[in-house]
């Protein structure tokens, strides 16, 4: 099992993590579609059609987060839920990912599909950190053939180029695990990318973000570039 977005990348990069604290309970709906599905430096699929809802008040946010492959009816398909809280720069939160590959309402420790991250992170402004380790379930094994307590960390940096907002980022597994593909031996740079973002005008008060970069896993000596555009319903 590996786990979220063409675009772990581009949600990370796509929304900040020093979102303040609102007052009001608000709701998100919207959905990618997105040339290709990269996740932390890896291919997790083709053309897909990538839906997000989600609630937040006060800092506390719960989203659900889906991919559904566009290319063939045998595409797998994604649902993932996060429970997270946002104050100032800091960011925390739990997600549960799940694949189709198995029934959904399965939890039993040695056989569940679910993998659990707890992650954290913090931005400066000038450039954000962030860190994410497994903590349960389906999660990889290491040399020992013992649950690896997968973990990766990135840093990423916004700048703007040519009236285009950019961010580069830089992404590795720390140690020894089979959940990230180039990362059996140790300590493995998975993810070195480089992701625009630009909102084109449709009229005065409707546009459509679109993004696009190159996506690079040093570990493996893979490269892809991606696409994708977002719709919003708030």
């Known amino acids: 099992m590996r786990k979220t977005r063409i675009t772990a990348l581009i949600i990370a990069a796509a929304m900040p993590l020093g979102m303040k604290a609102q007052d009001t309970v608000e709701t998100a709906i919207s959905a990618d579609i997105v ?81 659990f991250e707890a992650y954290v992170g913090y931005d400066f402004g000038f450039a954000s950190l962030s860190w994410y380790t497994n903590i349960g379930g389906a999660d990889g094994l290491n040399p020992s053939g013992k649950m690896a307590y997968s973990s990766y960390f990135e840093v990423g940096v916004p700048f703007q180029l040519g009236g285009v907002d950019f961010t580069a980022s ?35 008060s409707f546009s459509i973000p679109v993004f696009a970069g190159i996506c690079t896993n040093p570990g493996i000596g893979t490269a892809h570039l991606v696409f994708g555009l977002t719709i919003s319903a708030f």
């Open 35 to 115: 040339s290709q599905y990269i996740w932390r430096g890896q291919e997790l699929g083709k053309a897909s059609l990538q839906p997000t809802l989600g609630i937040s008040y006060k800092g506390i946010s719960l989203s659900a987060w889906g991919s559904v492959g566009l290319s063939e009816p045998s595409d797998s398909r994604e649902l993932d839920l996060t429970l997270g809280y946002e104050y100032e720069g800091l960011s925390l939160g739990i997600t549960d990912y799940w694949f189709d590959e198995d029934r959904y309402f399965l939890y039993k420790a040695d056989t569940t599909p679910h993998v």
């Open 170 to 204: 830089l992404g590795a597994v720390p140690y020894a695990t089979d959940f990230y593909a180039g990362s059996e031996d140790g300590f493995s740079i998975v993810n070195a990318s480089v992701m625009a973002f630009k909102e084109i005008s449709v009229s005065d």
